[in-house]
């Protein structure tokens, strides 16, 4: 069994609500009826039931009925969810009258039914740029307690099984944080490893905190960002293996490690890779997807207290069925 169909299974052995607010749009829909057609997930879709049904009409969708349907218009929650949406963000100066404005937009509205324990996570971006799909969720979701910053992982699959876990690897951050603080990639390290464990089903992340230095061989205050995230991804979560700062090298393969890192107990085995900026990280992955070979499935966001993941805005109907069953392995991990 590939990752992707053990991912699906346990999307199936374990229903998840996940909401699709793009509920209109082609790819959305057709992958909601393959979702439903296998039971992938209990599907919740934002928008006008006889809009909606006549487009499963126009496709020839035949498991669009099965979904659960609801129209911020005439839906009895809108009014506590605009409530909601007010005491949330009052704070920031938000008045009733612009609660009431935003929780027609179905983006507020599915992370609205998410907070409210109705749904178990979100999937937008066929029609939305990522700061919309991103904004409702930082308002009303927020974050994980202990993270404060939002970042992608990539699941990275290879024929080289020496590798990883049976050729599975995890790369973190690769969408989101540009130049994170150490404080932030910490958080980033003990996201990813969640994510190794949650999707990728990897039951002992060995976290490698990446660098161009191992051990102190190379100095540079880069270098130091990355010892000191090491350090505060410690306590951040204790029982995580994680080691750094340690090269590609040293990180992967074990004779390497005998020499640059001996006696760590991730150096030459690791199976989650955090990289120490965007740039790094969105090279290396794409690096080692076309020249070595690799599939990437991605990017997953984490860091947020509920998933919501962003799709690419060219992604096909079966990249929304397979975000349907990654977005339900994390809300099954929370």
């Not at 949330?88 to 609205?112: I, W």
């Not at 994170?180 to 999707?199: E, G, M």
């Not at 270098?223 to 000191?228: I, S, T």
């Amino acid at each position: 069994m590939t990752l992707i169909e053990s991912i699906i299974e346990r999307a199936k052995s374990n229903r998840q609500r996940i909401v699709l607010p793009e509920s209109l749009e082609e790819r959305t829909i057709k992958a909601a009826d393959m979702a439903l057609a296998d039971s992938l997930a209990d599907i919740i879709l934002i928008g006008s039931e006889k809009e909606i049904m006549a487009k499963a009409a126009e496709y020839g969708l035949k498991h669009i009925s099965k979904a659960t349907i609801i129209d911020p218009a005439t839906s009895p929650k809108t009014a506590e969810y605009s409530k909601l949406l007010y005491e949330l963000r009052k704070n920031k100066g938000m008045t009733p009258e612009q609660a009431d404005a935003l929780v027609q937009n179905p983006l507020y509205f599915g992370c609205l039914i998410i907070k409210s324990g109705d749904a178990d996570g979100q999937i937008s971006g066929a029609l939305s740029t990522t700061g919309d799909t991103l904004r409702p969720a930082l308002q009303i979701i927020k974050c994980a307690p202990g993270i404060s910053c939002v970042s992608g992982a990539m699941l990275m699959i290879s024929d080289r099984t020496e590798y990883g876990d049976n050729g599975i690897m995890v790369f973190g951050d690769i969408a989101v944080t540009p130049v994170p603080d150490a404080s932030q990639l910490a958080q980033i390290a003990v996201c990813t490893a969640r994510t190794a464990k949650s999707v990728a089903g990897i039951e002992e992340p060995r976290v490698a905190m990446m660098s161009f230095s191992t051990k102190g061989s190379a100095k540079h205050e880069v270098v130091d960002k990355v010892v000191e995230a090491t350090r505060l991804a410690h306590e951040l979560d204790p029982e995580l293996k994680l080691d750094g700062e340690l090269q590609a090298d040293a990180a992967l393969v074990p004779s390497v490690a005998s020499k640059k890192a001996k006696g760590s107990e991730v150096a030459g085995k690791a199976n989650v890779l955090v990289f120490p900026s965007l740039e790094a990280g969105n090279i290396g992955y794409k690096l080692v997807q076309r020249l070595g070979g690799a599939d990437a499935i991605g990017p997953i966001l984490q860091g947020i207290a509920r998933p919501v993941n962003d799709l690419s805005r060219g992604c096909s109907v079966d990249d929304i069925y397979k975000m349907i069953a990654i977005t339900a392995c994390q809300a099954m991990g929370e």
